[in-house]
């Protein structure tokens, strides 16, 4: 059975497709934690202030995940860093289990003397710059371990009485200290609706979708319509409203296609492809710098965002915003050929 295009690029979305076995019901025994944290066939994968370790000394090598053994890092890192456990990596007849360690608690100069002894050559290095060259599992895990370590970093503190907060179930809860307060807080993601709005004309049936520059975008770059979920708001509600003070469209529909995590630092992005049949954009100004209809034939003219001499740019390769409008373009392939129009440059 052969995929077709659309399900290719959803399954091939950055930061989904984890290979790991979460345990999520092991890992809540603390005995079992220590056995799997203590096992000769654990894993670690080192961060750094929000930075993956990986092998290579610049952007332009092509990055490897690095995990280290056990005895490869310093007994004081061991004592001091935040631990999580991400879960285990079969394969090959072995089982690993896999640690984020999060060393931002180490002084710089101490890091990078112990880097600098370590047998490969390596890096700490932002996710996004380099997700492009990561196999997706390796990218999932990765950020799987990021978006973890920053959520650990953030509730250091009881958000109810103020007291410290402790780890606990594998680096997946935090505990409050205070014992007659004992709240227990676990790892948040900020739910984000992110939608492609596309203008259906029922007199001449020419289909645009709208792309805005979002104030803080690079340069060039247009993109679609993004926003948090509000408290008591459905995601499909949160569509209409961010497309509304956005650009002050209406919307009559919106269909959910794909979600991705997105832990820059803790969203899930939830993708829409929504319509409208209102023409007129309001831009909202404190929001966005630009907002316009696009054909398919002019997005296909729009370069990279890495193109420094383009006008116009794509998002991002690893956004799902990206997707949303390559899905978007293959459908408006589809249906030029099914009603043989000839597609103007
Ligand atoms: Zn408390």
Same mark, same amino acid.
């Given at each position: 059975m052969t995929n077709s295009p659309a399900q290719t690029n959803l399954r091939n979305?950055?930061?989904? &497709?984890? @290979?790991?076995? +979460?345990n999520s019901v092991l890992r809540e025994d603390s005995q079992w934690m220590t056995s799997q944290y203590q096992s000769p066939q654990a894993l670690f994968q080192p961060l750094y202030h929000h930075a993956n370790l990986v092998s290579g000394? *610049?952007?332009s090598e092509t990055p490897k995940a690095i995990y280290l053994k056990y005895s490869e890092i310093p007994p004081n890192f061991h004592q001091s860093c935040q631990l999580v456990y991400l879960g285990d990596l079969k394969g090959g007849g072995t089982n690993h289990p896999i640690f984020a360690i999060d060393? *931002?608690?180490?002084p710089e100069e101490t890091v990078n003397e112990w880097r600098n002894r370590l047998k490969v050559t390596s890096q700490f290095t932002d996710l996004r710059r380099m997700s492009a060259f990561l196999l997706q599992s390796e990218a999932a895990i990765l950020g799987y371990a990021r978006g973890l370590c920053f959520w650990h970093q953030n509730h250091?503190?009881? *958000? +109810?009485?103020g007291h410290t907060t402790v780890s606990t179930r594998g680096g997946h809860m935090r505990k409050c200290t205070n014992d007659t307060c004992a709240k227990e807080v676990y790892p948040r993601i900020d739910p984000a609706v992110i939608m492609l709005v596309e203008l259906i004309d029922p007199t001449d049936g020419i289909e645009k979708c709208l792309l805005g520059r979002h104030k &803080?975008? @690079?340069?060039g770059i247009y993109s679609t319509l993004a926003g948090y979920v509000d408290q008591g708001e459905s995601m499909e509600e949160a569509v209409a409203r961010e497309v509304m003070e956005e650009a002050g469209l209406l919307i009559h529909n919106a269909d959910y296609i794909a979600s991705q995590p997105w832990p820059f630092p803790s969203a899930l992005m939830i993708g829409f492809r929504a319509q409208t049949k209102e023409e007129n954009i309001t831009i909202a100004l404190d929001e966005l710098e630009d907002a316009q209809w696009f054909s398919a034939d002019q997005i296909r003219q729009f370069g990279e965002? /890495?193109? /420094?001499?383009?006008?116009k740019a794509l998002p991002r390769k690893d956004s799902i915003a990206r997707t949303l409008i390559e899905l978007w373009l293959q459908d408006k392939t589809s249906s030029l050929d099914l009603s043989h129009h000839s597609s103007t440059q």
């Open positions: 979305l950055s930061y989904v &497709g984890m @290979p790991l076995d +979460r000394q *610049s952007a060393l *931002s608690v180490i250091l503190f009881c *958000s +109810r009485c &803080g975008l @690079p340069k965002h /890495t193109d /420094t001499n383009v006008e």
